[in-house]
């Protein structure tokens, strides 16, 4: 699998090993000598990718780093290599949400299998937020009358029902119900509602808007 692994590890020669180790599985590599740097040089979300991450660095741990890069918003998976393991920090970091606590020396087959299931799971993560992106866009462009009524259906409220909690006739909400499946691109209620659940809209509604 295609990817770019951000390999951050104050030991010169490692670095210089592992990104051999890698471009020979296929990967693109960046290296950083401190955690700072890669924080000076944030990697890009918009490609697959992953850090392999040294606990014991100078300046920013790796677990401080991994603190760092949460509390930003980064989605890259981080995996620990160590050659100082301890049960306290592997546990602690898979946690905060580490991929995997490798130990140095590591085999080739483990450290590829390893890096290849933390881009997949980036590969995965992206894909749901454009997903969610894509149906925040198409909720974005209904009206606001188109929104109540969308509010209304996905918690199982009947066309009647909501005519009488809009103050509108049963054939309007009909004609409004066609206009929302048809903008948010689904066939059915039950993907309608999937697709709310998702983005978090099944919340409170809004009662208030302008008359059909």
Do not use: W
């Not at 881009?119 to 974005?140: N, Q, Y």
């Amino acid at each position: 699998m295609p990817g770019c692994v951000h390999v951050v590890d104050d030991d010169a020669s490692f670095r210089t090993a592992i990104e051999r180790r890698l471009r020979k599985a296929g990967y693109e590599v960046v290296t950083y000598p401190s955690a700072q740097h890669l924080l000076d040089r944030m990697p890009s979300e918009s490609e697959m990718g992953c850090i392999l991450l040294d606990v014991r660095i100078p300046g920013l741990s790796g677990p401080e780093l991994q603190r760092r890069l949460s509390e930003l918003g980064s989605t890259l998976p981080i995996v620990f290599l160590t050659g100082y393991p301890d049960v306290r920090t592997t546990v602690r970091t898979i946690k905060a949400g580490a991929d995997d606590f490798l130990t140095k020396p590591v085999s080739s087959d483990h450290l590829l299998r390893a890096i290849e299931q933390a881009i997949a799971r980036h590969e995965a993560t992206r894909r749901l937020k454009g997903t969610l992106d894509m149906v925040r866009a198409h909720i974005g462009k209904l009206t606001p009358r188109e929104r109540q009524v969308f509010e209304r259906i996905i918690r199982g409220h009947t066309n009647k029902q909501v005519a009488n909690a809009l103050g509108t006739t049963e054939r309007t909400i009909k004609a409004h119900r066609q206009q929302v499946m048809e903008k948010m691109q689904v066939q059915s209620l039950a993907q309608l509602v999937s697709l709310a659940e998702r983005v978090g809209v099944l919340g409170g509604t809004s009662g208030n808007g302008p008359p059909a």
